[in-house]
């Protein structure tokens, strides 16, 4: 289940992320994160913590709830 949630989390970034037409090092200059830490919040391996989806949030243009808006119709 966990994995599970990661998983969903990490689609949602990479399609707001390419919806902004970022790759994941420009989502990564902007937020101040490592692009390796973005690729591995992208592919679910990568629990994040609560200030990074703030960051991430930011530099996406969203609000922090947007980026968990991951049901099962928004997540491809």
């Given at each position: 289940?966990?994995?599970?949630?990661?998983?969903?989390?990490?689609s949602?970034?990479?399609?707001?992320?390419?919806?902004?037409?970022?790759?994941?090092?420009?989502?990564?200059?902007?937020?101040?994160?490592?692009?390796?830490?973005?690729?591995?919040?992208?592919?679910?391996?990568?629990?994040?913590?609560?200030?990074?989806?703030?960051?991430?949030?930011?530099?996406?243009?969203?609000?922090?709830?947007?980026?968990?808006?991951?049901?099962?119709n928004?997540?491809?």
């Amino acid at each position: 289940m966990k994995e599970e949630i990661l998983t969903k989390f990490g689609s949602r970034v990479r399609k707001l992320r390419l919806e902004k037409e970022f790759s994941q090092e420009d989502l990564s200059l902007v937020c101040e994160l490592d692009r390796t830490y973005i690729s591995g919040v992208e592919r679910g391996v990568r629990n994040i913590s609560l200030l990074n989806i703030k960051r991430l949030a930011e530099a996406l243009d969203v609000t922090p709830s947007e980026l968990l808006k991951f049901g099962d119709n928004d997540v491809k």
